[in-house]
């Protein structure tokens, strides 16, 4: 059986056992479901947590919530603890880094897929789908063929470098398209400016060093850039047969409300956009973040598009407050999100010893050598027991 036949069995399975009213509301569903074929087994070896149960994917999916981890290669390799938290825990992976573009295009301009199948087939092994992170991103291009590119444009007449950049960001998003089977697409990332009142960034104010936005030199505005990003990926999907959602992703669209606005209005405005996403890294010292979220939230269903939490973390120094308010935003995501504009939720990171905001920061579900569950995977289970128990 596929693994949406076999998940929506599962869910009818449930939904019609709890509305049976079985028991006397326990504190999490005392069902046992295997929805792993194979290998799984409970996650993690905390004291709390799901005990051989739901999962917290399981739970989340009852909701229509497909629960989603990012992770690296090098988190993953050799470790089994990641391997079993992602299958027995999550639905859904997204790769920190191993499908940008300087990771899959060498300095010859080849692409070089090894290291994203490989974990690919990690991502397979474990049950999950997988998310496409990310085709167009003004950080981690491969500079050197690019550069490579534009030089030979400039040495033969017959192109311009604008153009030869617009056919080698076309390849790439092609065979981007043509490898990976996604669910879904990061189709443009970050870009809108910080504090710009909702203009898209530009080449001339993006950082240097590793964020040197080479695409953006090269296109009329940056605006053109993500109209071809979206155009290329739309037909990119329709030649070879495939239909993940198409998501524009952005950072800090809680505390800027320009930039949240310029992305709203933006996918408005283009239906290839078919999907909108707020990373969500956030600070528990925010002011009014929970008016924030909501207001983010609310801005983001309003466009019509799926709505996902792409990117979530928490830094925070009271575990307990973190608890709280990764439940607030599951409340709030399915208060706000209707179910049939439900994207999914996915944290960037398991564990807060391999986060990139650092340890010291606890903005994850897990912690430490032992691999042991947060008051925030807690706080997030038994909402979604509560949930599911009703
Ligand atoms: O998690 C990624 C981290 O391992 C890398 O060092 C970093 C490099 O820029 O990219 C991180 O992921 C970023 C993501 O691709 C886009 N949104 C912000 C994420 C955190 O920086």
Known sequence: MDRTRRTLLLVTTLLAAFSCGKDDSPERPDITVPVKEEGTSSSGTGESGNDGNLSLGDLAALQGIKLGAAFTYGEYTG???????????????????????????KTSGQMDFTTADKMAGWAEQAGTELFGHVLGWHSQQQKFWLDTVINQAK??????????????????????????????????????????NGAFRTAATTQAGDHVFVWGSYYS?????????????????????KSPILYINDYNLETDAGKRKGLCDYAKGNPQVTGVATQMHIDMSTYNLKDKIKETLTALVATGKMVR????????????????LYRYIFEQYLSIVPAEQRGGITFWGINDKDSWVGEYNHPLLWSGANYDKKPAYDAIYAYLSELAGN
């Open 221 to 241: 505005s940056t605006k053109e850039w993500v109209d071809r990003a979206f155009q290329y990926a739309t037909e990119a999907c329709k030649e070879y047969g």
């Open 309 to 324: 939490i792409a990117e979530l973390d928490i830094k925070a120094t009271d575990l307990d407050a973190q608890a709280e």
């Open 155 to 196: 040495a033969d007449s017959s192109t311009s470098p604008e153009e030869a950049v617009d056919a080698e960001f076309k390849r790439y998003v092609y065979a981007m398209v043509e490898h990976f089977d996604v669910y879904a697409w990061d189709v443009v990332n970050e870009t809108f400016a910080d504090g710009g």
């Open 79 to 105: 470790n089994k603890q990641i391997a079993e938290i992602l299958t027995t825990e999550f639905k859904a992976v997204t790769f920190g880094n191993e499908m940008k573009h300087d990771a899959i295009v």
